[in-house]
């Protein structure tokens, strides 16, 4: 595929091409917090560091999404028989996506492959992506098998340089969304050059032969398991579900019935490992009825099962639930107390 | 350079130290450094070496009573439902506490969730916190990398920046309308004693909401808790909340429904409020654990307004005086009652 | 909750009421047998006391769509279980300033004693206080949609 290059005037026109057929949306501060909203295209700013305080996954497994829907008045012809609901396909532009953000969309299709609600989400968004110049200190991508240059998941990838951006057109939907500009934009051989060396820089270190996801797929799992260390956690752990709401790759959800004058709709809404009721059994028991296990299997769960069943880790690094939670529980320190056991 | 917080930093790793060794305690609970500078780490110290870790400053700012059930419990000796415990005294806790902190232990006493014998209580006068927040929004989406503190000044710094501001500047919405910074039960008293405050208008922000029309106060409440993300995180800091199913949980009926509806988001916040009327101490903590900065102690604020006019009481100052919803008066106001106007006048009220 | 009236129909609120099964609940038993007439907007929820209605069950009526809520019980010192509806006094006191701080119309939320021997004064409230809530119209606020 090419690269462009592309000035700030040409990326306004290509905005207002999209919005003509499309939705756009991009991070914006709101209530004093960056959260994602749906926007003008003259309203896009680039975000200037790290990523909004809610994550992309949002729309691609929505709080709550609609599987089905039904009449609940007993007279209705087909009453209580579910149909599935009716969606509008209009074709949705996200922008403003960091590397980390859209790595977490693939990450997400592995558990979500056969599902048809994330599947017909991901068919019709298009992420343009805007790579990272200056992390945040919360940031830990490349550990987690990323790179602030990263490209993953996206179908253009926005490069801020001198002048403009360089977009990496990286999809055949990508390509359709520049296709006019295709042949008298093209980067030149310096600029792809430059590209690269970028590219190279920000991978310096990673190596994702020997990155942790190896490493902990390796290590015998009750060792993990019966670590000293998570009772420390557990300590100061309140047990609040702030970092599984907002962390982009936690996909844990229930689903249930909603009826209200007589009408019916079966939701499927967030829910989260660190909640007792998460694994309530109908019998009353609870096999994590304490705080210590629901931790762990937070951290297990992104670290060690995760890994062990599809490759790499369930985490892409963004540092959002290092930032937000309220007692500081980091899962950089439970990566390093992990690769440590022997 | 030696700061109030500093002294009072090596204070408690003395105290928590002595009495770890002398196994007064089974283990102590207070605060850690955290990995990022806005945020302190709640932490428990279970031999005398690992009280080196502890610390104090103004970011301590999670309710450490919010914790103490569950760790004295964690302590006993493992038992089966319904047998007794066992004979002899049970492990005791050290636990920093300041004002409000102590109040919540007073209140969880009454409650019955703890046991006054089993805490040591190190009391420490409140400076009055940090509001994090507040520290980042000073920072103007720089990213802060170092705190320091002072008696009267922050330092906030970072790359390419570095800004002083006063520390009233920066100080948690509940610290600053706070009269009671002292413990109320405390076993050893660690640091200076605050000079007594006096705020000048502790409820204005709630009487500025009273005065707008219905309308506007219903668009205010939405636009508080539109970015709510029903966490619980809010919920789940408070010492309040120790019930074994919280409402939230309840399936039949079910009370609140389990999304992000803007009728359930609503319902969740009035009703976690209204659970803590006449309990609240309004430590803030509620406030600070939000990831979404919703400012959620406006309500319990108001129910703390109306518990002090209604009923003239202030919950967790005196053991023995009952909390408010706990007990009655025959002279209760109820001017709220409608009464038909061919009817007898009621005994009592007001 | 009912079907939706018709559109050409006027609206007519509709209010559950809470009565307490000694005093209020018998109250109104009595307004029917004197033959009292009083709107019939309300929706009885016969309870123990008064004592026993939580802020749970009041939003959650407000919450299916209810106009207003009436909670009655008996007259402060009259309680069957002796101060059921003391304690249930201060709860409601902090509930509905609640329920007006945060923007819900004061007309919906109502509070009453009523005794058993009140059956006039109960057909006399209940006119009251839907005249009341047909001036503030229909509840748009809490009430949960979907679809």
């Known amino acids: 595929m090419k690269i462009l290059k592309l000035d700030d005037s040409d990326l306004k026109t290509l905005l207002a091409r999209w919005y003509e057929t499309r939705d756009l949306f991009s991070p914006v501060e709101k209530n004093g917090m960056a959260g994602w909203k749906r926007i003008e295209p003259l309203e896009f700013v680039e975000p200037a560091k790290g990523v909004p305080k809610t994550s992309l996954k949002t729309f691609f497994f929505p709080q709550p999404e609609t599987l089905l829907e039904y009449s609940a008045r007993p007279g209705d012809e087909g009453a209580y028989v579910p149909r599935p609901v009716k969606e509008k396909a209009r074709e949705r532009i996200i922008l403003g996506v960091r590397p980390c953000d859209a790595r977490s969309v693939l990450l997400n299709s592995l558990p979500f492959a056969d599902d048809p609600y994330f599947k017909a989400k991901k068919d019709t968004t298009l992420i343009v992506g805007f790579t990272c110049k200056q992390p945040c200190s919360t940031c830990f991508c490349s550990w987690a098998g990323g790179s602030p240059m990263d490209t993953e998941g996206m179908d253009i990838a926005m490069t801020r340089v001198e002048g403009g951006y360089l977009a990496d057109i990286l999809t055949k939907k990508g390509e359709g969304l520049v296709d006019h500009l295709l042949d008298n934009r093209e980067a030149s051989p310096e600029e792809k050059e430059q590209l690269k060396t970028l590219r190279e820089q920000a991978q310096g270190g990673t190596g994702s032969e020997g990155g942790p996801a190896e490493i902990l797929k390796k290590k015998n799992l009750m060792d993990l398991y019966n670590a000293p260390f998570w009772q420390g956690l557990a300590d100061s752990c309140i047990n609040c579900g702030a970092c599984t709401f907002l962390c982009p790759t936690c996909y844990c959800f229930d689903i249930q019935d909603e009826t209200i004058k007589g009408k019916g709709r079966r939701i499927r809404y967030w829910d989260s490992c660190m909640f007792p009721l998460f694994t309530q059994h109908a019998s009353g028991h609870n096999p994590r009825s304490q705080k210590v296990q629901r931790v762990r299997n937070r951290f297990m769960h992104k670290l060690k099962y995760f890994p062990e069943r599809f490759g790499p880790l369930s985490c892409v690094g963004c540092g959002r639930c290092i930032r937000e939670c309220p007692v500081n529980i980091d899962i950089r320190e439970v990566m390093r107390d992990l690769l440590s056991i022997p | 350079m030696e700061t109030l917080f500093s002294q009072a930093t090596e204070a408690i790793k003395r105290e928590a130290r002595a009495l770890l060794e002398s196994g007064e305690v089974a283990a102590f609970l207070g605060f850690a450094k955290g990995s990022i500078p806005t945020v302190t780490r709640p932490f428990v110290a279970r031999s005398p070496e690992e009280t080196d870790k502890l610390i104090w400053n103004g970011l301590c700012v999670m309710n450490l009573a919010n914790y103490l059930p569950g760790l004295l419990k964690s302590l006993e000796p493992a038992r089966r439902p319904g047998e007794p415990p066992p004979e002899g005294p049970l492990p005791k806790v050290g636990v920093i506490a300041t004002g409000c902190w102590s109040r919540n232990m007073v209140i969880q006493i009454q409650e019955n969730q703890l046991i006054r014998e089993r805490l040591v209580i190190l009391g420490i006068d409140s400076p009055g916190m940090i509001d994090r927040r507040k520290l980042e929004s000073l920072a103007g989406g720089k990213e802060i990398q170092a705190i320091e503190e002072a008696e009267k000044k922050v330092v906030i710094s970072g790359k390419g920046f570095r800004l002083e501001t006063a520390r009233q500047e920066v100080l948690r919405d509940n610290c600053l309308t706070c009269t009671h910074p002292s413990p109320v039960i405390l076993d050893k008293k660690i640091g200076p004693t605050m000079p007594e405050r006096h705020v000048h208008e502790p409820f204005a922000r709630i009487e500025e909401i009273e005065r707008m029309d219905a309308d506007s106060r219903w668009a205010w409440f939405q636009k508080e808790i539109e970015c709510c993300i029903r966490c619980y995180a809010c919920r789940n800091a408070c010492p309040l909340c120790y019930c074994p199913t919280c409402f939230v949980d309840d399936s039949h009926p079910q009370w609140v429904g389990k999304s992000v509806d803007p009728v359930d988001t609503a319902i969740f916040h009035i009703l976690r409020a209204y659970h803590c009327a006449g309990r609240c101490t309004d430590c803030g903590a509620c406030e600070s654990a939000c990831p979404m900065g919703i400012k959620m102690r406006l309500f319990t604020r108001k129910l703390q307004k109306d518990c002090l006019e209604l009923f003239a009481s202030e919950p967790g100052l005196d053991i023995n005086s009952p909390l408010p919803l706990t007990t009655y008066g025959p002279e209760d106001p109820e001017r709220f009652i409608i009464n038909g106007s061919k009817q007898q006048g009621t005994q009592g009220g007001k | ?147």
């Open chain 3, 1 to 147: 909750m009912d079907p939706a009236p018709e559109k050409d129909q006027k609206w007519e609120p509709k209010i559950i009421a809470f009565l307490c099964n000694w005093c209020s609940y018998a109250g109104a038993d009595l307004a029917g047998v004197s033959r009292f007439q009083y709107p019939p907007n309300i929706r009885i929820i016969r309870v123990p006391c008064s004592g026993r209605v939580s802020a749970n069950m009041i939003l959650d009526a407000l919450k299916a769509g209810a106009d207003g809520i009436l909670v009655s019980g008996c007259h402060p010192g009259d309680c069957h279980y002796i101060s059921g509806n003391l304690y249930a006094r201060r709860r409601f006191a902090l509930l509905k300033n609640l329920l007006e701080f945060i923007g819900i119309e004061p007309e919906r939320i109502n509070f009453s004693w009523i005794s058993a021997s009140e059956g006039e004064q109960f057909a006399e409230l209940v006119t009251k206080i839907t005249t009341r809530i047909k001036t503030v119209g229909p509840t748009k606020r809490l009430v949960k949609k979907i679809g």
